[in-house]
Nanobody, 123 residues
Framework: QVQLVESGGGLVQAGGSLSLSCAAS????????MGWFRQAPGQERDFVAA????????SYADSVEGRFAISRDFAKNTVSLQMNGLKPEDTAVYYC????????????????WGQGTQVTVSS
């Protein structure tokens, strides 16, 4: 089973960009579909983006489509989330997640989670 560690969060002004990275340990990283979720204070943890184990297919929440891009690097065992055109409503703790199998947008289908990284967008 993989273990996940996120990095790259921080404070940015509206309209700015941030890149999040998730480092995965374990030799079977290429067997896992990966996802990014986010949770704002007092709210549910919501789907943001996901990528298949092959890296060939991606999926995005409507709220981030066209602004965020998910990618994975098999040589480095990492999955990244490039966030452009950030808005105050993007403020949340962002979590990386992994599941053995196909892509899913449902958080209950992911069984490995990172500790989260805070993203704050000021207006």
């Amino acid at each position: 089973q993989v273990q996940l560690v996120e990095s790259g969060g921080g404070l940015v002004q509206a309209g700015g960009s941030l890149s999040l990275s998730c480092a995965a340990s374990g030799r079977t990283f290429s067997n896992y579909a990966m996802g990014w979720f986010r949770q704002a204070p007092g709210q549910e943890r919501d789907f943001v983006a996901a990528i298949t184990s092959s890296g060939l297919t991606t999926s995005y929440a409507d709220s981030v489509e066209g602004r965020f891009a998910i990618s994975r690097d098999f040589a480095k065992n990492t999955v990244s989330l490039q966030m452009n055109g950030l808005k105050p409503e993007d403020t949340a703790v962002y979590y990386c997640a992994a599941r053995y199998g196909g892509l899913s947008t449902a958080k209950q289908n992911y069984n490995v989670w990172g500790q989260g990284t805070q993203v704050t967008v000021s207006s």
